[in-house]
């Protein structure tokens, strides 16, 4: 098993950050976007220092191999008690036990900020995402058909959820 560690994402992470997002948005459907996204871009869904809003890089035997951070599900003041999380690691860091080290560390952090709801938004094809979340205990809540096209195929978007333990 590897040693995995999750370290506070700084603006110097961002780049890796974007590396990795745009392999995903070039190369499959495991990300909605379509284009490579802009530093700017990123900074709108991560939120860098906020105490409340997560995120960090993951680490595998001191080497820097995916990131993960949770954001605002809805703008809406009610919606504050659940956030999203996104988790995505290298594609050569995949299949080996890092992304659930690294859910086991990252969910009780989640659940120390005050939030009682996780969601993952999960495209249809990502059978990688869906085991990751399933073993960690997270169930399908929804399943949006056919919600959105990328690379001239139509898309299914799954919703996953875990509650935090009253």
Not at 32 to 43: A, D, M, N, R, V
Not at 106 to 120: D, K, L, Q
Request: charged fraction near 25%.
């Amino acid at each position: 098993m590897e040693n995995v560690e999750l370290k506070e994402m700084t603006p110097a992470d961002l780049e890796f950050v974007k590396e990795v997002y745009d392999y995903y948005i070039l190369h499959s459907t495991a990300v909605f976007y379509l284009h490579p996204l802009t530093i700017s871009e990123l900074g709108e869904n991560i939120r860098l220092g906020d105490p409340r809003y997560l995120a960090y890089t993951i680490h595998a035997n001191n080497q820097r191999c995916g990131f993960c951070y949770i954001s605002k599900f809805k703008p809406k003041e009610a919606f504050d008690v659940t956030v999203e999380i996104t988790v995505y690691l290298t594609p050569s860091a995949g299949g080996k036990g890092i992304g659930y080290a690294a859910m086991q560390q990252f969910e009780p952090r989640i659940w120390e900020a005050g939030f009682h709801n996780i969601v993952a938004l999960i495209t249809g094809e990502n059978t990688a995402s869906v085991r990751l979340f399933e073993k960690c205990g997270y169930t399908e809540c929804a399943r949006i058909k056919r919600v959105a096209r990328k690379f001239d195929r139509l898309l299914d978007l799954l919703i996953y959820q875990k509650l935090r333990a009253s």
